[in-house]
């Protein structure tokens, strides 16, 4: 069984940057593709980023050119760098094992 920890989340002014991380431990037999999600405010958990297990990255649309998305699989860990953040993207962000497995979520908060 794989769980999966974020950590990284706090208060961010705008404009500024954070850096998350996400650990999957557990039994983990194969690297799987991983992901960062964040939840609209109808609940609606939306792509942020995700990378493959050979490091193939997307991310989404609204995202592309502030985050970063990278990966340790010695570590078993995801980072997602986010740069020039807005204060409409202080959410919850959630990362995904790509086995169907959801971390508990990190708070991003606008310093504001």
């Known amino acids: 069984q794989v769980q999966v920890a974020e950590s990284g989340g706090g208060v961010v002014q705008p404009g500024g940057s954070r850096r998350l991380s996400c650990a999957a431990s557990?039994?983990?037999?194969?690297?799987?593709?991983m992901g960062w999600y964040r939840e609209t405010p109808t609940k609606h958990r939306e792509l942020v980023a995700d990378?493959?297990?050979?490091?193939?990255?997307n991310y989404g649309d609204y995202v592309k050119g502030r985050f970063i998305i990278s990966r340790d699989n010695d570590k078993n860990t995801v980072y997602l760098q986010m740069n020039s953040l807005k204060p409409e993207e202080t959410d919850v962000y959630y990362c995904?094992?790509?086995?169907?497995?959801w971390g508990q979520g990190t708070q991003v908060t606008d310093s504001s």
């Open positions: 995904l094992y790509y086995a169907n497995v």
């Open positions: 990378i493959t297990n050979f490091g193939g990255t």
């Open positions: 557990g039994t983990i037999t194969s690297i799987y593709a």
